[in-house]
């Protein structure tokens, strides 16, 4: 089965993810643990790790504002669609070595994320002319020490990801 550029889309930015490890100069290794809409992790998932997941609102994806609008009569109506879909980007960092400062390690797997994705959100078309998403922008994102109801065990980094997503109506697979 085809994928959709939705999917294609975060399927991109999991695998530019999949690069943050000591060998390519950071100070955190994820070891290739980037997950697409992996909500729950127990004690089989090793921190640290990443999941990236879509999360649930009522209005659903927007129009982008720079999309064609459609008013009365005598306007050409476009088969282009610009929709800008959120993620949330959350990396759950190792323990902290001092109890002291719980939230150390996050800060250090935020950096990389914010290092590995911030080039990106400069560039329109990172991945290539024919590849989804058109353009990324960041949050300046948060840490948490866990211990609430998104970890209970691990500090984590929470950055919001908007993908700009350009399909033609009707067509949402990638050819």
């Keep these: 089965m085809a994928d959709t550029k939705r999917y294609q889309a975060i399927k991109n930015i999991r695998d530019k993810l999949k690069e943050i490890t000591i060998a390519n100069g950071y100070e955190i290794d994820l070891g290739g643990r980037v997950y697409i809409g ?3 992790h127990g004690k089989e998932t090793p921190a640290p790790f990443i999941a990236l997941w879509e999360p ?4 659903g994806p927007t129009v982008a504002s720079d999309a064609p609008k459609q008013s009365g009569s005598g306007q050409r109506r476009t088969s282009q669609s610009r929709i800008v879909v959120g993620y949330y980007i959350q990396g759950f960092a190792d323990k902290a070595s ?3 400062e719980p939230t150390a390690p ?3 797997l935020l950096g ?3 290092r590995c994705l ?6 329109s078309r990172p991945f ?3 590849q989804q998403p058109g353009e990324i ?12 109801n998104l970890s209970t065990e691990h500090s984590y980094a929470l950055i919001k990801l908007n993908l700009l997503i350009q399909e033609e109506r009707g067509s949402p697979y990638v050819q």
């Design 38 to 40: 992996k909500i729950e």
């Design 128 to 130: 290539g002319a024919d």
């Design 112 to 114: 990389a994320i914010q």
């Design 56 to 59: 649930f609102s009522e209005n």
């Design 106 to 108: 996050a800060y250090v």
């Design 137 to 148: 922008t960041l949050d300046w994102g948060l840490v948490r020490p866990g211990g609430d």
């Design 118 to 123: 911030g080039a990106l959100s400069t560039e």
């Design 98 to 100: 001092d109890p002291a």
